[in-house]
């Protein structure tokens, strides 16, 4: 069932996890959290998520930085990445994002196409 898939938020701002907790609640999802980078990486060798939601800015670790060792993993889960930085063309590059959100995205498209990769 897709509520028993793990996604894993890493975001660094209170406000996005608090946020993603009152969705979670509403929509049933398995989140875990990571305040930064190296915290993320550990998190998807321990639990393993279906899907990651990523911010480009955090500390210890970017979410570039994030992406290009997952890519050198040779496995990496989907992502969404979101960040406030407006151009995010080259980190397209990377075949395991399958959406970039500008901060600040619609909430409810961001729900549907959560809902819609994890019933996959």
Known sequence: MALSKKVLVADDDEAIQICM?????????????ARDGAE???????ENPALIILDQRMPRMTGEEVLTRLEARGDAPPVI??????????????????KVLSKPFDLDDFVGLVNR???Q
């Open 81 to 98: 990445l979101i960040s406030a930085e407006k151009d995010l063309q080259r980190l397209k590059r990377f075949p395991f994002i399958i």
């Open 21 to 33: 907790e009152d969705i979670s609640a509403q929509e049933g999802w398995n989140l875990s959290y």
């Open 117 to 119: 990769h994890l019933s």
């Open 40 to 46: 993320c990486l550990e998190k998807i060798r321990v």
